[in-house]
C-alpha cells in the first residue's frame, strides 16, 4: 500500500499529520508497538526538519507485508556538511523555531537511530531526500 | 443478536434493553470506541471494543442502556454487610443533608457497617511509590484508578500498555484490608459480604471480569443511583432511625479529593498531568505515542468529566459535586483523622497481575490480508460523503468502511451510495427497502410505509 503526503514549510501546526497516518495503519496491520515507535519517531523528526528548514516537501510512504519504505523529499536549502549535520546536538534552527520546542539537534541523528536503514542525499541549494527503510516483521 | 457483530467473552455492565431502544443514533456517535452499531432499529454493543465507559447510557433520550447490578437481597446473604463507598457517594447528596444522616440511612436498608473507601489512600500511595521506585520502564507512568482508562488502553494504546502502574484501585484495596481487619477481629470470613457502592458502569465490568486480578475482592455490587433513590426517600420522610458513622473513621482531606481530578496527580513527584474525559484523555494518548520524550513523570486519566463526581451513576450534579467535597476537605485538614500511611503493605496483595493489550484496530492477522483491507478502506473513503451522519448505522463513514472490508456491512448501506447504485439501476428499490429494514427496523423503513 501507499501513502502519499505533502509537507508545507513552516507550518508547524500540521507537522505530525503524516505520522498519525502511519501509525493507525500500522496498528491496523498488527505491527509491534516497539517498531511502530521507531517508524513513527523516524517520520516525526523528518517531518519537522522539512517543515523547519525546507520550503516544503513530499513523503511517500510504501508499505507491505515485511517492510516500511519512507522516501522524503524536499526543495530545502540543502545540508552542506551532512556528517557535521548528522552529529547529536548540532542545530541550525532559529530562535524562533526552538522557542516551539524545535531544533534541539537531535533530529538527524535520532531518524538514523530508528531507522533500520538510513539513506541521505542532499544537494546545496536544490534540496533533500532521505530515504529510510523499517522491519515490519518480528 | 446481530450474526455480522462478532462477540466474544468480555463481560460488560452495559446492555440494550429492546424495548426500550428506538435507535435513535446517539448513543453510537458518542461512543469513543466505536463500539455501537445499529441494527434492525436497535442499538447493538460490540462486546470486544466496548471499555464500558457509559458515554452511550448518558446520551440515551430513553434509557434503554441499562446497567446491570446485584439484587440487593444478596446483602442479606452475610451476617456482615458492608457498604463500601466512594466519597462522591456522600458529595453528591444535597448539602442540606449531613454525611451521618446517610450512613445510618444505609444501616435502615440492612447493612451492618460502612467502609468509606478513601480512607485508604495513603496505603495506595505507599504502593504507587513503591511500584515506581522498581520501575525501569518508559516513563510516564499511568495510573490504573480508572477501569475504563486501563480497557481504552488495552483496546486502543496497546503501547501503552507497559505503562500502567500496577496497583490495585483504591476500592479493592480497601475491600482487602479490611476484610483481613475483620477477620483478625474474628469476625467468620463466609460472613462477610462487601458491596461495592458504584459510581460508573466500568467498575462493574472492572468486578465481572476483572483486569489484572484472578478474582474480585468484592462480593457484588449495587448501582449508586439506585441507593441514592432508596436514602433519598428514607431522609426526606425521616425514616432514618439513628444517625451513623462509618467503621474508618473520618476521611483526610487528600482521601476525600482522590477521586476527583487532580486527586491522585497533586501528590505524585515529578511532572504530573491530570486528564479528565475519555475523549480528551484519547486526544492526549494519540499525541504521546507519537512523541519519544515526553518528559511527563505521571499521568493521572479519568474517563468521566469531573472524574468520579461525573460517573454515569451518581445522580448529583457533578460541579456541586466537587464543590462539596472541596468544602469538605478544606474541614478535613484541620481535624484529626486516621490514616493508613504508616501501616506496613503487602505488595503482593496490593499488586495487579499483567495487564495484556487487545487491540481492536487489527484488520487482519495475516498482514498481507490486513494491506489489501486498508487498500480497499482507503478507496472507500474516498467515494463515500464523509458527513458522518450515521444512517448506515455506523457511527462515521470511517467506521462503515472498515465494516465493509470487515465483512459486516455493504457500500449500498451508504444512503447516498444507495441513491446512486439505485439511479444506475445496479440496485433495485425492493433491494434497497430490504437493506434499510435490515439496519433500521421494518417499522421505519419510510419508503414502503408511503406506499
Redesign the interface.
Known amino acids: ?1 501507499r501513502l502519499q503526503f505533502h509537507i508545507e514549510g513552516g507550518d508547524f501546526v500540521n507537522a ?1 499529520k503524516a ?2 497516518t502511519v ?3 500500522l ?4 505491527v509491534s ?2 517498531k ?2 521507531r517508524v ?2 523516524a517520520l ?1 523528526e523528518t517531518e519537522v526538519n522539512v517543515v523547519a528548514h525546507a520550503n516544503g516537501g513530499d513523503i511517500d510512504v510504501l ?3 515485511d517492510n516500511i519504505r519512507l522516501t522524503v523529499t524536499d526543495s530545502g536549502p540543502g545540508i552542506p556538511d551532512i556528517e557535521q549535520a548528522m552529529t547529536e546536538g548540532f542545530s541550525t534552527a532559529s530562535k524562533s523555531v526552538r522557542e516551539m520546542g524545535f531544533g534541539a539537534g537531535m533530529g538527524l541523528a ?1 531518524i538514523k537511530r530508528n531507522s533500520d536503514s538510513f539513506h541521505i542525499e542532499s544537494v546545496p541549494g536544490k534540496g533533500t531526500t532521505v530515504k529510510i527503510i523499517n522491519e ?1 516483521k518480528e | 443478536m446481530n450474526a455480522e457483530i462478532v462477540h466474544i467473552g468480555f463481560h460488560h455492565a452495559l446492555k440494550v434493553v429492546d424495548e426500550l431502544c428506538i435507535g435513535c443514533t446517539h448513543c453510537m456517535t458518542v461512543c469513543p470506541t466505536q463500539a455501537i452499531r445499529v441494527r434492525d432499529g436497535k442499538a447493538v454493543i460490540i462486546e470486544e471494543r466496548c471499555v464500558d465507559c457509559g458515554n452511550c447510557c448518558k446520551a440515551c433520550p430513553v434509557s434503554a442502556i441499562l446497567i446491570e447490578q446485584d439484587d440487593f437481597e444478596d446483602i442479606f446473604k452475610y451476617e456482615v454487610r458492608i457498604a463500601l463507598v466512594p466519597s462522591v457517594f456522600i458529595g453528591q447528596f444535597p448539602s442540606r443533608i449531613k454525611a451521618n444522616e446517610v450512613f445510618g440511612g444505609l444501616k435502615n436498608l440492612g447493612f451492618t457497617h460502612v467502609i468509606e473507601i478513601d480512607s485508604v489512600v495513603d496505603m495506595v500511595q505507599n504502593a504507587y511509590d513503591d511500584f515506581i521506585d522498581n520501575y525501569s520502564g518508559e516513563k510516564p507512568t499511568i495510573s490504573t484508578f480508572c477501569p475504563a482508562i486501563v480497557r481504552l488502553i488495552q483496546v486502543r494504546f ?2 501503552l500498555v507497559n505503562h500502567l502502574i500496577s496497583v490495585k484501585p483504591p476500592s479493592d484495596v480497601a475491600a482487602i484490608y479490611y476484610r483481613k481487619q475483620m477477620e483478625k477481629d474474628g469476625v467468620d470470613p463466609e460472613q462477610i459480604g462487601i458491596f461495592y457502592v458504584t459510581p460508573c458502569a466500568a467498575k462493574i465490568a472492572s468486578i465481572k471480569s476483572p483486569v489484572g486480578e484472578k478474582a474480585s475482592s468484592v462480593d457484588g455490587v449495587i448501582n449508586m443511583e439506585y441507593l441514592y433513590n432508596k436514602l433519598l426517600h428514607l431522609i426526606m420522610n425521616r425514616e432514618v432511625k439513628e444517625v451513623g458513622e462509618p467503621y474508618t473513621g473520618g476521611l483526610s482531606s487528600k482521601g476525600i479529593l482522590w477521586s476527583l481530578t487532580r486527586g491522585e496527580s497533586e501528590h505524585q513527584e515529578g511532572r504530573c498531568l491530570a486528564i479528565d474525559g475519555i475523549r480528551n484523555v484519547t486526544e492526549f494518548l ?1 499525541r504521546l ?4 520524550e515526553s518528559n511527563i513523570d505521571f499521568l493521572e486519566l479519568r474517563a468521566c468529566d469531573e472524574s468520579c463526581a461525573g460517573g454515569v451513576l451518581i445522580s448529583g450534579n457533578r460541579f456541586l459535586t466537587v464543590e462539596r467535597l472541596n468544602s469538605k476537605a478544606s474541614l478535613s485538614s484541620n481535624s484529626k483523622v486516621t490514616t493508613l500511611a504508616g501501616k506496613p503493605f503487602d505488595r503482593e496483595l496490593y499488586a495487579l497481575d499483567a495487564i495484556e ?1 487487545r ?1 481492536m ?5 495475516d ?2 490480508v ?2 489489501e ?3 480497499k478502506l ?1 478507496e472507500l473513503l474516498k467515494i463515500l460523503p464523509g458527513i458522518d451522519c450515521a444512517a448506515c448505522g455506523s457511527p462515521s463513514c470511517r467506521t462503515l468502511a472498515e465494516d465493509i472490508v470487515q465483512g459486516r456491512a455493504e457500500p449500498a448501506w451508504c444512503i447516498f451510495l444507495q441513491e446512486l447504485y439505485i439511479r444506475d439501476k445496479r440496485l433495485s428499490i425492493e433491494e434497497a427497502d430490504e437493506i434499510n429494514c435490515h439496519i433500521w427496523g421494518k417499522d421505519r423503513n419510510y419508503r414502503s410505509q408511503s406506499k
Do not use: F, T
Open positions: 500500500m505530525g505520522s498519525s501509525k493507525r495503519a496498528k491496523q496491520l498488527d508497538a516497539k511502530i515507535k513513527i519517531i516525526y508499505i507491505d507485508s535520532n515490519l | 496497546p503501547s494519540e505515542e507519537e512523541s519519544e493489550a487491540s484496530l487489527v484488520l487482519d492477522p498482514r498481507s490486513a494491506i483491507k486498508i487498500n482507503e
